[in-house]
């Protein structure tokens, strides 16, 4: 029955993915926020009045990213198993972004991931979306400018239209979708430092045409790195109409580096969730591991800590090496602790949480 209704979706969708942006799509509001927001800025430590962003301890919905395919899927009710039957609630996985087939999805691993998230009521499906392709090409500065003022010209609206006619034909209309991410880096093509208001623009471009779509009521985290990297991700922040969630990459680095330093830093922990406060949104760590500082147990207590006293929409651990434990048996002190944390985690129960209450 799984691969019927399947097969029946995917030709349905051979109808649905191919017409053209339709002409009541939102994008004229992209014009109206070139300008970098004043709030952009984050205000130096101490500055008053700072929002409240500390929360009572409870638990988050939480997952691994345990490979991108659908063959993965089977990974996550493994991993669960070996946290003592834990409710991962979360899954998430990546479209390719080699070229712009990509970036429409492949409608069986669409679908399987969808039937997953709807297995089960209080399931987050978080998929990571490129803006531009080839997303890990090396592609220089001038040339990802030059893709973002194409992009702005609706050149690419087609594929996040097909994109997301088939989240929504296969049962993903409530996706989590981290658009763009890491775009304070340097390692991605969907990246912002080239040109932050066209980037912005585009982001607001791809939201509109995304929530064009009968049916859908995604999501979209904006979801930076931890820190400064090449640019401060304030500048990158695209308005609070196209954004439900505030979320950030935090891995433990660089060497050396301890979980204190990770919250004070500019534009680390603390910038985050008081951002995230002023504009009532909640805060999520899409992806978040260890890294240079080896087998480091106190980075994963503190962080774990970290999340579950915050409002935090959800959680997915990279479980690969350098970066896990499940997958990965480089970090056995840090596995343990994560394990005793997490083994039996209830999850957080279904339709709660300021995730549901900022979706669209």
């Given at each position: 029955?799984?691969?019927?209704?399947?097969?029946?979706?995917?030709?349905?969708?051979?109808?649905?993915?191919?017409?053209?942006?339709?002409?009541?799509?939102?994008?004229?509001?992209?014009?109206?926020?070139?300008?970098?927001?004043?709030?952009?800025?984050?205000?130096?430590?101490?500055?008053a009045p700072r929002p409240v962003v500390q929360r009572a301890k409870h638990e988050v919905p939480f997952g691994a990213f345990v490979g991108s395919w659908d063959n993965y899927i089977p990974n996550i009710a493994r991993m669960a198993t070996w946290l003592g039957n834990a409710n991962m609630q979360v899954g998430h996985t990546y479209l390719a972004g080699n070229g712009w087939q990509d970036i429409e999805g492949e409608n069986v691993v669409l679908g399987l991931w969808s039937q997953w998230r709807q297995g089960d009521p209080s399931r987050k499906l978080v998929l990571g979306v490129p803006m531009l392709v080839p997303n890990e090409g090396n592609v220089p500065d001038a040339e990802v400018a030059r893709l973002l003022a194409r992009g702005n010209k609706g050149e690419f609206d087609q594929h996040f239209l097909k994109l997301a006619r088939k989240l929504v034909a296969l049962g993903g209309g409530d996706t989590v979708v981290t658009l763009g991410w890491e775009m304070n880096g340097v390692t991605?093509?969907?990246?912002?430092?080239?040109?932050?208001?066209?980037?912005?623009?585009?982001?607001?471009?791809?939201?509109?045409?995304?929530?064009?779509?009968?049916?859908?009521?995604?999501?979209?985290?904006?979801?930076?790195?931890?820190?400064?990297?090449?640019?401060?991700?304030?500048?990158?922040?695209?308005?609070?109409?196209?954004?439900?969630?505030?979320?950030?990459?935090?891995?433990?680095?660089?060497?050396?580096?301890?979980?204190?330093?990770?919250?004070?830093?500019?534009?680390?922990?603390?910038?985050?969730?008081?951002?995230?406060?002023?504009?009532?949104?909640?805060?999520?760590?899409?992806?978040?591991?260890?890294?240079?500082?080896?087998?480091?147990?106190?980075?994963?207590?503190?962080?774990?800590?970290?999340?579950?006293?915050?409002?935090?929409?959800?959680q997915t651990l990279t479980d690969y090496c350098p970066h896990g434990f499940w997958q990965c048996d480089r970090n056995p002190r840090s596995g343990s602790v994560f394990k005793q944390l997490m083994s039996g985690s209830p999850g957080a129960a279904a339709g709660t949480g300021s995730a549901q209450a900022a979706g669209r």
């Amino acid at each position: 029955m799984r691969f019927g209704r399947l097969t029946l979706a995917a030709a349905a969708l051979l109808l649905i993915t191919t017409a053209s942006v339709p002409s009541g799509t939102p994008l004229s509001q992209t014009e109206r926020h070139d300008a970098v927001l004043s709030s952009d800025a984050i205000q130096p430590r101490g500055a008053a009045p700072r929002p409240v962003v500390q929360r009572a301890k409870h638990e988050v919905p939480f997952g691994a990213f345990v490979g991108s395919w659908d063959n993965y899927i089977p990974n996550i009710a493994r991993m669960a198993t070996w946290l003592g039957n834990a409710n991962m609630q979360v899954g998430h996985t990546y479209l390719a972004g080699n070229g712009w087939q990509d970036i429409e999805g492949e409608n069986v691993v669409l679908g399987l991931w969808s039937q997953w998230r709807q297995g089960d009521p209080s399931r987050k499906l978080v998929l990571g979306v490129p803006m531009l392709v080839p997303n890990e090409g090396n592609v220089p500065d001038a040339e990802v400018a030059r893709l973002l003022a194409r992009g702005n010209k609706g050149e690419f609206d087609q594929h996040f239209l097909k994109l997301a006619r088939k989240l929504v034909a296969l049962g993903g209309g409530d996706t989590v979708v981290t658009l763009g991410w890491e775009m304070n880096g340097v390692t991605y093509t969907s990246r912002c430092k080239p040109d932050p208001t066209a980037w912005k623009a585009y982001w607001r471009r791809i939201v509109g045409v995304m929530r064009s779509v009968p049916g859908q009521h995604f999501q979209f985290d904006f979801a930076p790195n931890r820190g400064l990297d090449a640019i401060p991700w304030t500048r990158c922040y695209p308005g609070d109409d196209v954004v439900d969630i505030i979320g950030m990459d935090s891995y433990d680095q660089p060497a050396g580096g301890t979980f204190d330093e990770y919250v004070s830093e500019p534009y680390g922990l603390q910038d985050q969730v008081e951002f995230a406060a002023k504009r009532g949104k909640p805060v999520s760590y899409p992806e978040w591991g260890l890294f240079r500082n080896g087998d480091n147990p106190e980075f994963v207590r503190r962080m774990v800590e970290w999340m579950r006293t915050h409002d935090t929409a959800y959680q997915t651990l990279t479980d690969y090496c350098p970066h896990g434990f499940w997958q990965c048996d480089r970090n056995p002190r840090s596995g343990s602790v994560f394990k005793q944390l997490m083994s039996g985690s209830p999850g957080a129960a279904a339709g709660t949480g300021s995730a549901q209450a900022a979706g669209r």
